[in-house]
């Protein structure tokens, strides 16, 4: 079910652009996927006293 409703909101141009930031600008993945899930507001900023 999460993942069905992750899929609506990552269309393959999103996909290509986060691909491409971990395998062509070498990016760290995990940095990568929460700045992306950050974006699409299905995660929130951690607060900097966390």
Do not use: C, F, I
């Not at 141009?13 to 929460?34: C, F, H, I, S, Y």
């Amino acid at each position: 079910m999460v993942l069905a409703r992750l899929a609506k909101l990552l269309d393959d141009a999103t996909m290509r652009g986060l691909n491409w930031q971990v395998d062509g600008e070498k990016k760290n993945p995990r940095a990568v996927v929460r700045a992306g899930l950050r974006s699409k507001d299905l995660l929130a900023a951690r607060n900097k006293s966390e």
